[in-house]
């Protein structure tokens, strides 16, 4: 076999297996969306059935032997992704024995009601066993992932980060730090009065609303859909990418920028080539690059001043009067500051705070200097130390989050990164697209999407979170620009 | 291993496969209500790849050396069952050559893009290519399947209706055709007068109809749901068989009695026991017993004289004066006989000649005493002889309906079957159930979907539809119950 056709049947093999991931995508989706109480054990049994199916595909020793074939240097850098992503894949897969990957697997669908069993409850105690089985488990798949002279949890995070190491994040993260806390300590001093909200919030309206948004901030309506779901989501693929949000009748701003978020992400995911799809090469980045599509569509557009003057009168006609008079108030309104216990409700500033404290929690448990049984006192002592109040119940805590329970370590700085790579990329756009304040005002985005398409979306993950960032910034991304942006709005 | 083992190693082996046809079901679903335009391409990827994955599942050896080890007279029905189906589709997906499977797929696929063009255009010589080669594959197919001394379309109507035979079959519809047309003479002369509909048929109100209607007769929506589709259909399985209607604003009755059909549908899979799930014995007995379930709540139960009393005041409720005065119209209205060409939209009496015209054809093409290029001749003829009048375009013929373009060559005479399947069983039904109308006329179904559910629905696919029919009726089921019924109703 020569070396295109060995390529091509590469391809071939991995497109297939991801159609089935693809399925397995949308069967998560109608899950969460449509699927009727009592479908939840057949449901089960059909995903594992295809994660088992995928498994078996992604061990198998063809791909090694095609990738062997291949002279990667006739090849463009997307047919070197697809080499680069099929060696990742496999390597993965066959690294971890089939038994570990089965009690992962088994693990993680049990604690998940576990876990939210104890935060209904507030015992701490009845998630402690699950999650020190959780850690366990995760420490040993670190161990047959990690590279010689890594660290385990580098490991982990290279499944959401790749390329990314814990030492050189950790520095960036402290060094956002003191501007947080500067931040923080400036403005909960200084408190805005929320004027009550009144008008018409009811579920149509508010889907009006997030209809609106989705649109200007231009969701490709042909090839996706808004649903709503208890925890707000995107999910799919370039041709079909849909997103949901939820509605709380007394807060329109929660089912509002939730989908002006999962908007941030869908948008990425249209803007790939068809000539990809269902290729490694067609899939994204990092969570990272993804949680930047999403946060600087909800917080530095969506958020920004010159939003509010198309938005106002926008929630206006949609809600009637609802209490908020002008643009100026409304700015203010959806970006007060406020010290709160839980990470998804937390503004700008704290997020970030929030991110921070897990991530270091984590570094210390897969170094070893933190066990799960004290992992409760750390949480509630760093949280007293950087929000200035105590955690008064676990699921203002320890419990608030799903991640651990199914065994994601290494996920959640890349919630801060996606802040930080946000920061970069507005930044720069702002550079390239004259004007781009005006168009905001006016809710004209078209210009600002062509830019992430051209920039961002269609290039996949044809290159690294950082190779992908240093192409369009120009240098290696850190933390000045979110930084600057903070102390421009907040400051 | 002895015979348990390789037993259990079976199920286990078919309740995977199980799980895969069971997405691919909800990915089907998916694609008929909820995807977005552009998901058309990916999900036809998505299906090919399970279908792939399935048939490699299917032709595995492994299945033929378990059923070697089971010692089956150690089984009880259900375990006879579960061998007995898995021989039937290991033998059914090893017969057909890997090729033949391919282009059968491929070709099924294009045909319906190039009928409905057809259809659309009313150009029957465009479709004309298409299915020649599309009954020449089915040929190819049914020689692969055939038993030795049997004939091609009993390899094809096997698919769908298990043990039955095209002979007996066309001597019961054969028997079936005078009392049919007999009534048909009758009726047409004395025309019923239909007054003009009025009242709110908005979809709103279309739909919370429909939903009273499912509930009426015992709809599970915990294990379903409804929406709007281009063609009503059912999907799904015990825990989570979904249904579909549509809405016409002008005829509301096409999306009542639409949800009534699926709901018949719905209801016989969410009538097994959940220790089959998964398993072909949780399958259903046969496409004829399906349809008896659908058409029986549709039209014995959905149009009888004492269900009028119910539903009159129900949709005065829900759309309310509609322009129907009384219990008597209304029967009247939906029960009015009338010539038409097409055949879903055909009242009782004529619905079965529709069939037995097309059964009549795909006999002749099957035997080789006609051939495509005088489908249409053959059609436009018996069409006359049978329903007095002639066919005006080809949509109104040839073209209507959608099976023959995806090689479904055997399935029409199932849904006949079905109509005399349910006359059987209505008729011992209320035999068994003492003061049936009574019940009917109050909308009080329980006792007749408990009925149904104890004598068909639990048994799923344990027994062939003959032997189910002769366990429940005590005999072989024949046309008199069904032509009483229509005489009784019509005559």
């Known amino acids: 076999m020569n070396s295109e056709q060995a390529y091509q049947n590469l391809l071939t093999h991995l497109k297939l297996t991801n159609a089935l991931s693809q399925a397995s995508g949308v069967l998560s989706w109608d899950?969460?969306?449509?699927?009727?109480?009592?479908?939840?054990?057949?449901r089960a049994e059909q995903s594992a059935a295809l994660a088992l199916v995928i498994h078996s595909r992604n061990i198998d020793p063809v791909i090694d032997e095609l990738c062997g074939e291949i002279d990667e240097s006739a090849l463009d850098d997307t047919g070197k992704a697809n080499v680069r992503e099929a060696r990742r894949t496999h390597q993965r897969a066959i690294r971890i024995p089939a038994e570990l990957a089965g009690e992962l697997a088994r693990a993680g669908a049990l604690a998940q009601g576990i876990w939210a069993k104890a935060r209904r409850e507030e015992k701490v105690a009845d998630f402690l066993p699950t999650l020190k089985n959780m850690v366990s488990l995760k420490q040993q798949e670190a161990q047959c992932l990690k590279e010689e002279d890594g660290s385990l949890y580098d490991a982990l995070l290279d499944e959401y980060e790749p390329g990314m190491k814990s030492e050189p994040l950790a520095k960036l993260l402290g060094r956002l730090r003191p501007h947080l806390t500067a931040l923080r300590e400036k403005l909960i001093t200084d408190n805005v009065e929320i004027k009550p909200l009144k008008g018409n919030f009811e579920e149509g309206a508010q889907m009006e609303m997030a209809r609106r948004l989705a649109s200007v901030f231009n969701y490709n309506w042909n090839a996706g859909r808004l649903d709503l779901s208890v925890h707000p989501f995107s999910s799919g693929y370039r041709s079909d990418s849909r997103i949901t949000t939820r509605v709380d009748r007394g807060n329109p701003f929660d089912c509002m920028y939730s989908t002006v978020h999962e908007v941030g992400h869908a948008n990425y995911e249209q803007g790939r080539e068809p000539e990809m799809d269902r290729t490694p090469a067609g899939g994204y980045a990092s969570m990272g690059i993804h949680e930047s599509q999403s946060r600087m569509l909800e917080n530095q557009i969506g958020r920004s001043r010159v939003f509010m003057e198309w938005l106002?009168?926008?929630?206006?006609?949609?809600?009637?009067?609802?209490?908020?008079?002008s643009p100026d108030e409304l700015f203010a309104i959806v970006n007060k500051v406020e010290t709160g216990f839980i990470r998804t409700e937390a503004d700008e500033i704290h997020y970030n705070l929030h991110v921070v404290l897990r991530f270091e929690l984590e570094l210390a448990l897969f170094a070893g200097d933190l066990s799960v049984d004290d992992l409760e006192g750390a949480?509630?002592?760093?949280?007293?130390?950087?929000?200035g109040m105590a955690v008064d119940k676990p699921?203002?805590?320890?419990?608030?989050?799903?991640?651990?329970?199914?065994?994601?370590?290494g996920y959640f700085p890349t919630y801060s990164l996606g802040n930080i790579y946000a920061g970069e990329l507005f930044k720069i756009m702002g550079d390239q697209i004259g004007g781009m304040e005006a168009m905001i005002a006016k809710g004209e985005l078209g210009e600002i999407s062509s830019w992430l398409g051209e920039n961002i979306h269609r290039h996949g993950n044809v290159y690294s979170a950082p190779q992908l960032m240093e192409m369009v910034c120009g240098k290696v991304p850190d933390e000045k620009a979110l930084a600057g942006y903070l102390q421009d709005k907040f400051g």
């Open 31 to 42: 899950q969460e969306t449509m699927m009727p109480r009592d479908g939840a054990a057949a």
């Open 312 to 325: 106002h009168p926008q929630m206006k006609e949609v809600f009637g009067d609802f209490g908020i008079d």
């Open 379 to 387: 949480w509630n002592e760093r949280f007293e130390r950087d929000f």
């Open 395 to 409: 699921s203002n805590g320890l419990l608030q989050d799903v991640h651990w329970s199914f065994g994601a370590f």
